[in-house]
C-alpha cells in the first residue's frame, strides 16, 4: 500500500453536520411538495372554481383566493417559480463573483484594486433601484428578475471569496508555482479553487436564501413575474384586502417561503460547520 494511500485511509471521515441534514431534508421536501401539489390538486392555479374565498378543505387543502384558484396549487407553482429563477440566479452571481474574487487575490496591485472599485460601486446602488431601472428597460420577466439578482449578488460573492483566496495566495507552495512560471490559470484552477470551493459553496447557500427574499418583496411590489403566473409576492400583495376575512392565501404563501429560507440557511450553516472540519483535519 502507498504512502499515499495509507494516509488517505488514515484520514477521519467528516459526518455531516445535523444542521445540513434538516435544511437539505426540508428543502428537499418542499421541492417535491411543489412538484407534486399541483398535480393532485383538485382545482387548478389558473382555473377558477365556484367556491371563492373558501377556507381550508379536502378538496382545497389551503382554501381559494378571491376568484376561487386553487391556493395550494398557486403557492407551489410559485414556489417552484421562485426556486428556479433564485437557483439559476445564485448560480451564475456565484460563479462570476467568484472568478472576479480570485483573480483580483492572485493578480493584486492595480488588477486588484480597480475591480474592487468596481464592486463597490455596485454594492452602492440600491437593489430596488436597480430593479426599477432593469424592469424598466427590459419589462417584468423572469429574465429581467434574474439580471436584477444577478447583478445585486456578484459583489457579495467577490469579496467573500477574494478574502478566502488571499489567504490560499499567500501559502509557499503558491509562490512556488509563480517562481516555477506556470501559467496564472493552472495555479487558479489546481492550487486556489480547491481550497475555496467550501467557501464558494456556502456563499450559494446563503445567497439564495437572501435571493428569495429580495424575489419575493419584488413581486410583491409588482416587480416580478407578471400575471397571471403566480409568483409568492403576487399572491400575498392579491390577499391583503381580504386578510381579515381570509387570511389562508397570505399564511399559506408567508409560511412556505419563510421554510425555504430556513432550509437554504440551515445549508449554508451546515456546510460552513463540515468546510470547518475539513480544514481542521487538513491541518492535522
Do not use: C
Not at 372554481?49 to 378538496?59: G, I, Q, R
Not at 483566496?165 to 503558491?174: E, G, N, P, R, S
Amino acid at each position: 500500500m502507498s504512502a499515499a494511500a495509507r494516509k488517505r485511509r488514515g484520514r477521519p471521515r467528516l459526518s455531516a453536520p445535523p444542521l445540513l441534514w434538516l435544511g437539505g431534508g426540508l428543502a428537499l421536501l418542499i421541492l417535491v411538495a411543489s412538484v407534486a401539489a399541483p398535480l393532485v390538486s383538485s382545482t387548478g392555479a389558473f382555473m377558477p372554481s365556484a367556491a371563492v374565498l373558501e377556507s381550508p378543505s379536502w378538496a382545497h387543502p389551503l382554501g381559494t383566493d378571491s376568484i376561487g384558484r386553487d391556493v395550494m396549487a398557486r403557492v407551489f407553482i410559485g414556489l417552484r417559480s421562485s426556486f428556479l429563477i433564485v437557483g439559476i440566479s445564485a448560480a451564475l452571481a456565484v460563479a462570476v463573483g467568484s472568478i472576479i474574487g480570485m483573480l483580483a487575490a492572485y493578480f493584486g496591485g492595480s488588477v486588484d484594486w480597480v475591480m474592487m472599485r468596481l464592486v463597490d460601486i455596485f454594492l452602492a446602488v440600491p437593489t430596488l433601484l436597480l430593479a426599477v431601472a432593469v424592469l424598466a428597460a427590459m419589462g417584468p420577466s423572469a429574465i429581467a428578475l434574474s439580471v436584477v439578482l444577478v447583478a445585486t449578488f456578484i459583489p457579495h460573492a467577490s469579496r467573500v471569496v477574494r478574502v478566502a483566496a488571499l489567504q490560499v495566495t499567500a501559502q509557499d507552495y503558491v509562490a512556488s508555482a509563480r517562481i516555477s512560471r506556470i501559467p496564472w490559470y493552472i495555479i487558479i484552477g489546481k492550487h486556489i479553487v480547491p481550497n475555496v470551493r467550501g467557501i464558494v459553496f456556502v456563499q450559494m447557500a446563503v445567497t439564495m436564501s437572501y435571493m428569495l427574499v429580495i424575489e419575493s418583496s419584488l413581486s410583491f411590489l409588482g416587480l416580478g413575474v407578471p400575471p397571471p403566473a403566480p409568483s409568492i409576492g403576487y399572491i400575498i400583495a392579491e390577499g391583503r384586502q381580504w386578510m381579515e376575512i381570509a387570511p389562508w392565501p397570505i399564511i399559506s404563501a408567508s409560511s412556505v417561503i419563510v421554510l425555504l429560507i430556513l432550509a437554504t440557511t440551515f445549508v449554508g450553516q451546515g456546510l460552513d460547520q463540515l468546510w470547518g472540519k475539513e480544514n481542521r483535519a487538513r491541518r492535522a
